[in-house]
C-alpha cells in the first residue's frame, strides 16, 4: 500500500511539473507603460507593468509575449522587479507554451515571491530585437542620409487584459517621415506618444510603421570566434576573430574618397568604434590578413582597457571587413581551484562594440592536458558540440577543446559561464619533464656521436698523430713534474746548510730521489713508445734525458760543496764561487731543456 501511494505521487509530482503553463484569468494589468527605443539599430521594447492579482489564490508567475511582427526578430529577453529597498532585483525568464496559444512566442516570468490575492506587483519586461530595422530606401548613394522603417505594434502584446496602456516611441532623429496615427497620438520632436488606451483586450494587434532617418551605426558581426587557452602556469590568453558587415542602406554608385574628406558626408558610414577589454588585459594586438593594424589606439581606464578600432576603411552599407583582436590575462582572476577542482568564470561574450550584433558566435575553451570530468555552466542556453582534442607544443595526449554555439547576442548576453573540471596537480610537472628529458637524450646522442667512429677504412696516419699527441702530452707533464724536484733539491740544500742535520737531509734527499727515478723511468718509457711512432720525436726525448743526467750531475756537485761546507772543508768564499759556477751551469741546461720541450 505504502509502496502504491508512493508510485502514485510520483507520477502526479512528475505530471504537474511537466504541464504547460496556463494564462492565469485572476491577473490584470492594471497599468502597461511600454518605450519603443528606435534610437540605434537595435529596437529595445521596456515596459512596465503593474499586475494586479483580482482572484483567491496566489500567481508564482506572469507571461509575456513578444510582437507577432518581429519576435522572429527577438534576441533577448529580460524581467526585473524593484525590491524594498528599492534595488533592481533580476527575475528568471524562460521560453514555454502555452495551450491554445502555440503559435505565439510566450515567455514565463517567475515572480521572486508569490502575488497574493489583492495585492500590485511592478516587473519591468526587456526586450531586444535585431535586424528589425529595414533601410528604405535599401540603397542610397554616399552623400544621401539614412531612413529605416520599423513595424511593430502599438499595443502592448499580452495574454492579460490591460485597464491602461501607454506606449512611448523614441526616435533617432526628429525627421520622421511617417507613423501610424491611432487616436490619441502625439509626437514631439522625435517622441511619439500612444495612449492613454482604456480596458485593452488580451492579445491586441495594431500595426505600428515608423519611418525614419536613423544614421546610426549599423555594424552587424556575422560570425565571430572567442578562443580561450587556459594555462595553469598564470596565464590565460584570449583571441577573438570577427567578420563583418555594415546592414545599412547599401551604398549605390562609386565611392569618392575626395568628396568623403571635403564634405564630410556618408553619415552612416563606420569610420571607428570601440571595444572593451579587461582591466588587467595586456599584449593587446589588434591584426587582419595583411598585418598589424596601426590605426588603433589603446586606453586604459578604471573599469577597463578601451580599444578604439579603426579599420582600413571607412564602411558602408554592404562592406565588408574582419579582424582579429587578441590579449593575454592573469589566470588568478578567472580561474579558481580547490584540490584538484578547477572553476573557471569568464564572459561567453565580451564588448565589441556598443549596441552590438553577433549573428553566430562560437567559444572554444582550450583546457590543460590532462583535464577530464568537464562540467558547463551557462547563463543561457547554448549548443555544444562534442569535445574535441588540440594539440600544441610539449603535448603527448593533446588538451581538451569546449565547443560552443550562440546565434543572435546583443550586450545583454554579455554574462559570465562557468566551466568545472579535475585537473591532477602532478601534471604540472609533465611539460618540465619533457624538456629535462629532450636535453638529456640530446647530450646522450652527442656523446655516443663523438665516440664513435663511422669511417668505413681506419685512417692510420691520423690515428699514429692522435697517439704521438697524447705520449708528447704525458712527457710533457711528466717532465713538468720532474723540473719541479729540481727546487725539492734545492730547497732540501739550503736547510741542511742552515740545520746542519745529515740524519733530516739524506732521509729528504731519499724521498726526492725516488719521485725522481719514477718520473725519469717514466719519460723513458715513453720516449721507446714515441720512437715507435715518430723517430725525430723520440730523439729529442732522448737528448731530453741526456740533458736532464747532466742537470743531476750538477745537483750532485752542489750537494758535494754542500756537505764540505758544513763540515768546515770549504770556507764561504770558496762555496759560493763553486756554487755560482754550478748554478750557471745548471740554468743554461734547463733552458735547453725547455726549448725542447716547446718544440715537441
Not at 584570449?238 to 542602406?249: L, Q
Not at 595586456?282 to 586606453?299: A, F, K, M, P, Q
Request: net charge negative; charged share 25%.
Amino acid at each position: 500500500m505504502v509502496i502504491q501511494l508512493f508510485v502514485w505521487l510520483s507520477v502526479c509530482s512528475v505530471l504537474a511539473f511537466a504541464a504547460p503553463d496556463v494564462v492565469s484569468s485572476d491577473l490584470i494589468i492594471a497599468k502597461a507603460q511600454k518605450n519603443i527605443d528606435l534610437t540605434t539599430q537595435l529596437p529595445k521594447i521596456v515596459t512596465q507593468l503593474t499586475l494586479e492579482n483580482a482572484g483567491q489564490s496566489g500567481v508564482r508567475y506572469v507571461l509575456v509575449a513578444a510582437d507577432p511582427d518581429i519576435a522572429n526578430s527577438l534576441s533577448f529577453v529580460g524581467a526585473s522587479v524593484k525590491s524594498s529597498s528599492d534595488e533592481e532585483k533580476k527575475l528568471k525568464v524562460t521560453k514555454t507554451t502555452v495551450a491554445g496559444h502555440q503559435d505565439k512566442s510566450l515567455y514565463r516570468v517567475d515572480l521572486a515571491t508569490s502575488l497574493e490575492p489583492g495585492k500590485e506587483v511592478t516587473v519591468e519586461v526587456e526586450m531586444v530585437f535585431v535586424h528589425a530595422l529595414k533601410p528604405y530606401p535599401s540603397h542610397i548613394t554616399q552623400s544621401e542620409k539614412q531612413f529605416v522603417k520599423f513595424t511593430g505594434n502599438i499595443y502592448f502584446f499580452s495574454p492579460y487584459k490591460s485597464r491602461t496602456q501607454t506606449t512611448v516611441v523614441t526616435c533617432a532623429s526628429s525627421s520622421i517621415d511617417f507613423f501610424t496615427r491611432e487616436k490619441p497620438s502625439t509626437q514631439a520632436d522625435k517622441v511619439i506618444t500612444y495612449g492613454p488606451y482604456e480596458d485593452v483586450d488580451a492579445f491586441k494587434q495594431v500595426e505600428l510603421v515608423v519611418h525614419y532617418e536613423n544614421n546610426a551605426p549599423f555594424l552587424t558581426v556575422t560570425h565571430m570566434t572567442r578562443v580561450i587557452e587556459v594555462s595553469h602556469w598564470g596565464n590565460i590568453a584570449v583571441e577573438e576573430s570577427y567578420d563583418m558587415v555594415h546592414t545599412g542602406a547599401v551604398l549605390k554608385g562609386p565611392f569618392s574618397r575626395y568628396d568623403y574628406q571635403r564634405n564630410q558626408d556618408g553619415i552612416s558610414s563606420i569610420k571607428s568604434f570601440k571595444t572593451l577589454l579587461p582591466a588587467s588585459a595586456r599584449d593587446v594586438y589588434y591584426r587582419d590578413e595583411i598585418g598589424n593594424i596601426s590605426t588603433s589606439h589603446l586606453h586604459e581606464t578604471d573599469d577597463g582597457v578601451e580599444l578604439e578600432l579603426r579599420p582600413r576603411f571607412p564602411l558602408f552599407g554592404g562592406w565588408k571587413t574582419n579582424y582579429y583582436i587578441g590579449y593575454n590575462v592573469p589566470s588568478y582572476q578567472y580561474l579558481f581551484n580547490k584540490g584538484d577542482s578547477y572553476a573557471l568564470s569568464m564572459k561567453f561574450v565580451d564588448h565589441v562594440f556598443d549596441d552590438q550584433v553577433v549573428d553566430h558566435l562560437t567559444v572554444m575553451i582550450i583546457l590543460p592536458e590532462g583535464s577530464k570530468n568537464i562540467k558547463l555552466k551557462t547563463p543561457y542556453e547554448v549548443r555544444r558540440d562534442v569535445d574535441k582534442l588540440h594539440f600544441t607544443y610539449l603535448d603527448t595526449i593533446g588538451r581538451p577543446v569546449v565547443t560552443l554555439h550562440k546565434d543572435s547576442l546583443v550586450e545583454q548576453h554579455i554574462q559570465d559561464f562557468e566551466l568545472h573540471y579535475m585537473f591532477p596537480k602532478f601534471m604540472l610537472l609533465q611539460e618540465p619533464l619533457l624538456i629535462i628529458g629532450a636535453f638529456y637524450l640530446l647530450f646522450l646522442l652527442v656523446i655516443i656521436y663523438v665516440r664513435m667512429d663511422f669511417s668505413i677504412s681506419k685512417d692510420e696516419a691520423s690515428e699514429s698523430r692522435m697517439r704521438v699527441a697524447s705520449l708528447i702530452e704525458q712527457t710533457q707533464a711528466a717532465h713538468d713534474r720532474r723540473s719541479a724536484l729540481y727546487q725539492s733539491y734545492e730547497d732540501a740544500i739550503n736547510k741542511f746548510k742552515s740545520s746542519k742535520d745529515m740524519a733530516t737531509f739524506t732521509a729528504n734527499r731519499k724521498k726526492i730521489d725516488q719521485d725522481y727515478k719514477q718520473l725519469t723511468n717514466d719519460i723513458t718509457h715513453l720516449q721507446t713508445k714515441l720512437k715507435s711512432e715518430q723517430s725525430d720525436v723520440g730523439e729529442k726525448v732522448g737528448e731530453l734525458q741526456r740533458l736532464d743526467s747532466q742537470v743531476r750531475e750538477q745537483l750532485n756537485l752542489a750537494i758535494q760543496h754542500a756537505d764540505r761546507l758544513v763540515s768546515g772543508r770549504l770556507n764561504k768564499q770558496q762555496y759560493l764561487e763553486l756554487d755560482g759556477a754550478v748554478r750557471i751551469k745548471r740554468d743554461e741546461l734547463c733552458q735547453k731543456m725547455e726549448a725542447i720541450m716547446n718544440s715537441l
